[in-house]
Nanobody
């Protein structure tokens, strides 16, 4: 199994970034996919989960209305569109996969992460 995140970088407050996660080694369309993040000096925190099938989505209150999770089953790729970024969004962002719904920080598989820094 591989989960490879990309798209992180340095962005000014109020800016946008789109993260991608390329998945392989498992049946992507049948797994619940999540984003979690780890701010500097803090523990992991759940950001968002997208369900299998109809694509229902859930978000942490801290990102609701600013972040959008989506997936392309044909490309085995998960996305996170992040708008109106704030300095407190600075973190390493990880994608994760589970055969069941999870809005926690423990997952069957998790990628290596991509750094997002929001600073002027």
């Amino acid at each position: 199994v591989q989960l490879v995140e990309s798209g992180g970088g340095l962005v000014q407050p109020g800016g946008s970034l789109r993260l991608s996660c390329a998945a392989s080694g498992f049946t992507f369309s049948t797994y619940y996919m999540s984003w979690v993040r780890q701010p500097p000096g803090k523990g992991l925190e759940w950001v968002s989960t997208i369900y299998t099938g109809a694509g229902r989505t859930d978000y942490a209150d801290s990102v609701k209305g600013r972040f959008t999770v989506s997936k392309d089953n044909a490309r085995n790729t998960l996305y996170l569109q992040m708008n109106s970024l704030k300095p407190e969004d600075t973190a390493v962002y990880y994608c994760a996969a589970d055969p069941y719904y999870s809005n926690g920080v423990s997952h069957r598989w998790r990628g290596q992460g991509t750094q997002v820094t929001v600073s002027s």
